[in-house]
């Protein structure tokens, strides 16, 4: 009941303060979270598809680094608190803040004070995947050890993903944190899902494959309206085109295949979409 209570305050609180906010329907609202801005390779971001091409859409810098937002998804239900994602943290040192030309200003912590909500708020922390800039912000730095951001929250993923994200089985073996790995899984609560699943009333996730193995999409479903927040399988509105793909992607025909699919299901459907790296 008092964890009830937390999150229906949470709720208001969120809903008073935050400007991309959404109610839809059953109870269920949904609040953009800003965990992080980075800069990213544009040829990475892109793969195969000539600068020409993808320079007019995304605007590098000198460096060849396109903007790119860590957005996460805070879910409020009427017994949970579900935050998708957790951002690229703020642990970077010198070298990792001049590589990806880290925002130090925008943090995770800062965009749930800013939306009224505490970490010991969340009841349910739900990974799309493992790699640094979508779960780095689930740890935070306490005189030198890592400890969980949100303590009290169950942490979700594909255990698939997990077991992958361990082992290093990646051509980006440095997009896994070995050691953000082996904190977490020795520091939280895990719920292991494997394939298509409900994770709350109202809240489901399904396995898209293409950026990993077992990648996976959340669809946020009210009375009135959906919400898909399709996570890295289309990161942003110009990876729509069906042959925009990221070279980071492990599986890159699956991606191809996988996101036209779900992008018409959205459009036939009208679906509401939330980008996890646009930077607009």
């Not at 790995?181 to 409900?198: F, I, K, M, Q, Y």
Request: glycine residues 8%; aromatic residues 8%; charged residues 25%.
């Amino acid at each position: 009941a008092a964890r009830r209570r937390r999150v229906t305050d949470a709720a208001k609180a969120t809903s008073a303060a935050a400007a991309a906010s959404l109610d839809l329907g059953s109870g269920i609202q949904v609040t953009s979270i800003l965990g992080g801005h980075l800069r990213l390779d544009g040829g990475a971001m892109f793969g195969v598809v000539p600068r020409a091409l993808w320079e007019p859409a995304c605007g590098p810098d000198a460096r060849n680094r396109v903007a790119s937002a860590c957005r996460c998804l805070l879910i409020h239900t009427a017994d949970a608190l579900v935050l998708v994602d957790t951002g690229c943290g703020d642990r970077f040192d010198a070298k990792g803040r001049d590589i990806f030309a880290v925002d130090p200003t925008v943090t995770l912590a800062n965009s749930l004070a800013a939306a009224g909500v505490s970490p010991v708020d969340i009841t349910h922390v739900l990974f799309t995947h493992l790699h640094f800039d979508h779960c780095a912000g689930a740890l935070r730095d306490s005189d030198g050890d890592l400890v969980p951001a949100f303590p009290d929250a169950v942490h979700i993923v594909q255990l698939g993903e997990f077991d992958d994200a361990r082992a290093g089985r990646s051509i980006m073996r440095s997009s896994f944190l070995s050691a953000d790995l082996e904190a977490l899984a020795r520091s939280v609560n895990w719920e292991w899902t494997a394939g298509d699943v409900e994770i709350v009333p109202g809240v489901r996730v399904e396995v898209t494959g293409g950026h990993t193995e077992h990648h996976q999409s959340v669809v946020v479903r009210g009375d009135r309206d959906t919400l898909l927040f399709p996570g890295d399988l289309i990161p942003t509105r110009a990876h729509l085109r069906p042959y925009w793909i990221m070279a980071y992607d492990m599986f890159p025909y699956d991606t191809f295949l996988r996101k036209q699919e779900l992008a018409r299901r959205a459009c036939d459907n009208r679906w509401i979409v939330a980008w996890d790296h646009d930077p607009d």
